[in-house]
């Protein structure tokens, strides 16, 4: 068990108006006790490790009256102001059977009263595991809340991605269909053309042709009185 840490104090003689306090206090005052005092600090659960106050009472007796001993118990709570409220019951329970007339009565309410606070008991620990599940459930809630919208963020990017980009495809649908009218145009233009070449004249469509300049590229005729014949050569 881990150190006990005070962190609550919890005096009857400052006053205050808690359950069974103003009984508790007149009953220590009708035995001639000093005002029980109640102290509190947090500790971990062994069982499940969550934390749960630790409240320990100190009901002081009288020294000259051995019947009149000191007092001293524990116990657990959720909080602070529950263990108190428990503490000064038993506290209650503890003093009565010092009265010389309620102790008959305390017996028969101490039995009376047992199952009752068992049921008590049963239902705070139910209660406190509930509180604890919707605790963790409003946790999930928000775990999925947040994942939500950013996927709600990414379809909208996505969405957005999408949009851009049928805005670019139909700007270049646009552009091809240009360049093709264009293309069309210009292979329009060139049909009936006349394709130059060297010393030629080619018309298309037609297989016929004839010489740009009569006799071009022949060599030049002799010049007159010049002999144009050639010895003959005979060997052997």
Do not use: C
């Amino acid at each position: 068990m881990e150190p006990f840490v005070q962190t609550q104090v919890y005096d009857l003689a400052n006053g205050g108006d808690l359950i069974f306090e103003r009984d508790l206090l007149a009953l220590s005052e009708f035995l001639g006790r000093s005002p029980p005092v109640f102290y509190g600090g947090q500790i971990a659960d062994p069982a499940d490790g969550q934390l749960q106050w630790l409240i320990m009472a100190n009901l002081p007796g009288q020294p000259e009256s051995p019947m009149f001993r000191q007092i001293q118990f524990s116990l657990r709570e959720n909080n602070w102001v529950d263990g108190v409220a428990r503490a000064l019951q038993e506290a209650l329970a503890r003093l009565l059977p010092y009265h010389p007339v309620l102790r008959h009565h305390m017996d028969h309410l101490d039995f009376m009263l047992f199952e009752t606070r068992a049921e008590l008991d049963n239902s705070r620990s139910v209660a406190n595991h509930t509180q604890n599940q919707l605790n963790q459930y409003a946790e999930t809630i928000k775990v999925i809340a947040k994942e939500r919208r950013t996927l709600r963020q990414l379809v909208a990017k996505r969405d957005s991605t999408i949009h851009r980009l049928k805005a670019k495809l139909a700007v270049l649908k646009e552009t091809i269909a240009t360049q093709a009218e264009h293309l069309q145009l210009l292979e329009g233009e060139g049909e009936g053309e006349d394709i130059q070449g060297d010393g030629y004249s080619y018309v298309s469509n037609d297989n016929d042709y004839e010489e740009d300049d009569e006799g071009a590229g022949l060599p030049p005729a002799p010049a007159a009185g010049m002999d144009t014949t050639f010895p003959l050569r005979i060997d052997g």
